[in-house]
């Protein structure tokens, strides 16, 4: 965290208004806005909030979708956000508006409900035992036209930002730098300080890293990142979209997990000169550790229906159980090279993944490899889709919740309020998705059987 990013707690005299803003279970903000003469009260106390926003499901539906923790058995009682104030900022995508942060806590007893990202990523850190640094590599779809006009249309006839590949193509890229730019500066203005961008390989498709940090300062990073940037586009008459695979035909956009430990001196874990690549034994358990509980705990990094979608194919999604040195045809890429860059890649995620939870499998992955002292066995050298052996991973969102809370991994790693919730947040989707018809429905069979 630098705190040259931060607001001074006591003086907002610049700002009219302070967003005080929760994560709830899609890795979405939600939360309310209050004048800046409220700010002393709320930031000691927190707001109320309908704990509805942790029960029903990505399209605020309630429908058929019952958890334990809220819902008409319970009256649908309040909880409280409660700012952390050490994440307050300019909110520079707005005029004279600050936005921090908040943990769920529970309304009775003060303790931070067990089910908000926030608390889960929280508990995972803490129960690492090293000091950890994380960055999540987003990928994202640029579309021609705002989102109420895409949703206008249905969304079909997308028209993307490139026409063609460009990978790395810098013409392309000047063709949108007064866009790039200006989010760029949004971006950095917001405490969510840019590392590198580029213009990616699918039609439409961009990325831009971010510097890295300790876990929840990364999840809080990518967060407003994925709200700033679907700001700023439809601003600009765009749509922004995080959806893995938004065309059948088109490339899936990622979200990539970079992991590095450091003990409590402050020495790199995961470097050993004297060993091959450098890779110490820590990294190698690492690796083990989560590629072992991949099955398990896919559900945290494929939450979607859409997320499989990506994974069942091979542009460099990595859908097996490898890891290799510097190979993105592996799930688990080892980077190596000075004792702070040595780290473990885990490139399964896709973009719609919320990155508390996926750090939160990510951390508690590792730590088990490392206690387990587990070995990955031998690394991929080529073509890691030639090897990859895929039985063993969920390809269906259904699948992925069951396996999920079956897990006696998952439960002794997130909890047992944690799995269950979760994985009857992903089964009401699936369920969903079961019994909706599809264009794809029509112009397969309509006219066909």
Not at 60 to 88: C, I
Not at 211 to 229: C, G, N
Not at 340 to 365: C, F, H, I, Q
Not at 399 to 417: E, M, T, V
Request: proline share 5%; charged share 20%; glycine share 6%.
């Amino acid at each position: 965290m630098n705190a040259t990013d931060r607001l001074d707690p006591t003086d907002l005299a610049d700002y009219d208004t302070v967003i005080i803003a929760g994560i709830d279970m899609y890795g979405r903000l939600f939360g309310k806005r209050i004048p800046v003469r409220r700010w002393k009260e709320i930031a000691s106390d927190g707001l109320h909030v309908c704990t509805s926003v942790y029960a029903w499901d990505v399209a605020q539906e309630l429908g058929t979708l019952k958890v334990d923790y809220a819902g008409d058995h319970t009256g649908w009682h309040d909880f409280r956000l409660v700012p952390d104030v050490g994440t307050l900022r300019r909110a520079a995508w707005l005029d004279a508006t600050a936005i921090v942060l908040a943990d769920s806590v529970d309304e009775h007893s003060d303790a931070l409900v067990p089910i908000a990202p926030r608390t889960i990523l929280r508990t995972a850190v803490d129960q690492l035992g090293h000091r950890s640094f994380v960055a999540t590599e987003l990928e994202f779809h640029l579309y021609k036209g705002t989102p109420a006009q895409l949703r206008a249309s249905g969304y079909h006839d997308l028209e993307p930002t490139t026409d063609v590949h460009c990978d790395y193509n810098i013409a392309e890229g000047d063709l949108y730098e007064e866009f790039f730019a200006s989010l760029r500066t949004v971006l950095d203005a917001s405490g969510v300080p840019v590392e590198v961008a580029q213009v990616e390989y699918g039609p439409g498709q961009w990325e831009i890293n971010l510097e890295y940090a300790a876990p929840v300062e990364m999840a809080d990073r990518h967060t407003l990142f994925k709200h700033i940037v679907r700001h700023v586009a439809a601003t600009n008459g765009f749509t922004a979209t995080f959806m893995p695979r938004p065309l059948t035909d088109g490339m899936g956009s990622s979200c990539h997990i970079h992991v590095s430990l450091r003990d409590k001196d402050d020495i790199p874990l995961f470097y050993d000169k004297e060993a091959e690549h450098t890779v110490s034994a820590s990294l190698r358990n690492a690796v083990a550790g989560i590629l072992n509980l991949i099955p398990d705990l896919m559900l945290t990094y494929a939450p979607t229906v859409n997320s499989m979608r990506r994974i069942l194919t091979a542009d460099f999604a990595g859908n097996g159980l490898t890891w290799g040195y510097d190979n993105r045809t592996t799930t688990c890429r080892i980077i190596t090279g000075s004792p702070t860059t040595n780290r473990v890649e885990l490139r399964l995620p896709g973009a719609d993944a919320n990155p508390y939870l996926a750090l939160a499998a990510a951390l508690g992955s590792v730590r088990y490899g490392i206690e387990e002292h587990l070995d990955p066995g031998p690394p991929v050298s080529g073509d890691g889709y030639a090897t990859a052996d895929v039985s063993k991973l969920p390809t269906t969102l259904g699948d992925a919740a069951a396996a999920f809370r079956s897990s006696s991994a998952a439960r002794a790693l997130l909890g047992d309020a944690v799995v269950e919730h979760y994985s009857s947040v992903a089964d009401h989707e699936w369920s969903t998705f079961l019994r909706t018809v599809s264009d794809w429905d029509r112009s397969r069979y309509l006219d066909s059987i």
